[in-house]
Structures are given as C-alpha cells and as structure tokens.
C-alpha cells in the first residue's frame, strides 16, 4: 500500500505535535512515561525549600520534589512529592522539611510508620513536620542570650553613669586622700609589727615562762576540782538543802503559831503575860536596891521591919 505524501505530513505534524508537548513537559520536570508515585504534603512554611530538592528516608534519596504551589482559600503551601521507588509509606508517615548542612537549601525527609498498614497510595497526602535547620536552632538558641546581653549592657552603662556621677572631683580628692592615709597606715602597721616581732623575741623567756606557769595554774584549778568531787560536794549541797528546807518548815510553823517561838509571836494573852512579868521583876529589882533592909534584916537589938510600899517610878531614889 502505497502512503500518501499527505499520510506522511500529518504523521510528521502529530509526532512534532506530541514531541514538542513531551519536550514541554519534560522541561517542567514531568514525564509524560514515568509512571512514579505522587504524594502531597501541607504546610504553613516551606522557607529555603525548592522544586528538584531530594526526598529521602534515612538518608537515602528516593524521590524529588515537582512543584510548590499556594491554595487559595487557606494561604498554605501544597507540596508534590515524586516517590521514584515501590517502598511502602504509611498513611500517618511524616514529611519533615530539613536542613542538612550550612551549604544547600533544605530537603525533605520522610520518617515511615511502620506499625501502621494502611499504606498509602499515589495522590495521598501525608503528615507534615518541619524541623529547625542548624542556623534556625542557632538563632532560636541565641536570641534570648541577645535579649540577656541586651538587659546586661543596659545595667552596666546604667552603673557605670551612676559611679561616673558618684566619682565627682570632690569625691576622687577624698578618695586620693584615703588612699593616701591608708598606706601611712599599713607603713605604721609595719613599723609597729616589727616592734611587736622584737619585743617577742626578747622576751621569748619569759613568754615561755608565763606559758609554764599558765599550765601549772590549768593543773592547780584541775587538782581543786578533783578535789571539790572528792569532798562530795553534792551530798554537802542536798545536805544544805535538807537544812534550808527544815529552817523553811521552822518558819512556816513559827508562822503559824506553832511551838513556843509561834505561840510567843502569835499569843497576844502570852505576849501580855511576859511583859507583865518583866515589869514586876524589874520593879522587884528596884525595890530591891532601894530598901534591901526589907529582904534582909540583920539586928541585934530586935528593930522592926518596915512596911513595904511600892515604889512609884524606877528613878525612885532611897530616903536618907
């Protein structure tokens, strides 16, 4: 059968046509033959990623990313993952944007499930993560330092204008003056420490001797109080007590009207009594010494006895 020259031409437009489009789509990192798995991934921030970045899993490329694009209604961004293998990915795997080093944008990581079945198929979406790269976590980590060498910067120049106004030139003057003083000071200190260093070593002797007797006075006081136990001094003590007690006891009684000394302190009628006694010894006794002739009469011519009177007042004198 014999082609057409018009056949060829519309063969060659539509494979030129079709070339053209794989071309088109092979420049935009699609292939029209690949027959690849495809999942997505939602997040709130993909700084630092780019399309082509590599999809890994523990390390081991498996994928690369298509395209990034932002939804309409809620401003995230929908990420396409090219999975280029058959492993199995969990559902509630994680897709975890990282950084791994300095030098290099960011990729992403897939972290599998493995305890869950339910595998997911092309065009499923997996659980998003992001995890701070070295210069995120060094600038995470730096930023409340800054904020405290901030703070501290403020409180030293705050001190140091407190002390520069403190510091004035009255205030230096007066300082200057001290310190002046206080090494006059240090230089008598001196002078006087090397006194008191020749005063010792002269009189080493006799320090020693002081020393001696200072240890013989801690023996002496050490024998006295070998010598109070000895003495039982404590059964001398509650002997003492015994003895206060039994004057306490005496007093109480005395106190009371108890025994004689209480009776005559506490009896009226007894008090009365001894006081009348006394006075009538006493003015027998002056009767006595006034008319003795009345006691005792000594005559040889049988003279008779006075009557007796008593006498008026104890200054009563005798009748010549």
Request: glycine fraction near 6%.
């Amino acid at each position: 059968m014999k082609i057409t020259r018009e056949v060829k031409t519309a063969i060659l437009v539509i494979s030129s046509i079709l070339l053209c489009f794989w071309g088109y789509t092979f420049l935009k990192g699609k292939n029209l033959f690949d027959n690849s798995r495809k999942f997505y991934v939602v997040y709130d921030n993909v700084e630092g990623l780019a399309p082509s970045a590599a999809v890994t899993i523990n390390g081991l490329t498996v994928g690369k990313i298509n395209t990034i694009t932002i939804q309409e209604n809620t401003g995230k961004l929908l990420v396409e993952i090219q999975m280029n293998n058959d492993f199995p990915i969990a559902k509630s795997s994680t897709a975890s944007i990282y950084e791994p080093g300095f030098i290099g944008g960011k990729q992403i990581a897939i972290t599998p499930n493995f305890e869950d079945k339910n595998y997911a198929e092309s065009g499923d979406y997996l659980q998003p993560e992001v995890k701070l790269g070295l210069t995120a976590s060094l600038e995470k980590n730096l930023a409340p330092i800054q904020e405290k060498l901030d703070k501290l910067l403020l409180n030293a120049d705050a001190m140091i204008t407190n002390i520069n106004n403190v510091l004035d030139a009255n205030t230096q003057a007066n300082l200057k003056k001290t310190i002046a003083e206080l090494n006059t000071t240090m230089t008598n200190f001196s002078a006087v420490s090397g006194d008191l260093k020749k005063i010792t070593s002269e009189n080493k002797e006799k320090l020693g001797s002081m020393v001696a007797n200072l240890d013989k006075t801690t023996g002496n006081f050490a024998k006295i109080s070998e010598d109070l136990e000895k003495a039982k001094l404590g059964a001398t003590v509650e002997n003492l007590e015994k003895t206060l007690a039994n004057v306490n006891k005496l007093m109480a009684d005395m106190e009371s009207g108890k025994g004689t000394m209480g009776k005559l302190m506490k009896d009226e009628a007894m008090y009365n009594n001894l006081t009348k006694a006394s006075k009538e010894i006493e003015l027998l006794l002056q009767d006595l010494r006034l008319h003795p002739t009345r006691y005792v009469n000594v005559s040889l011519f049988g003279k008779k006895e006075k009557p007796y009177v008593a006498p008026t007042t104890a200054t009563e004198q005798p009748k010549k």
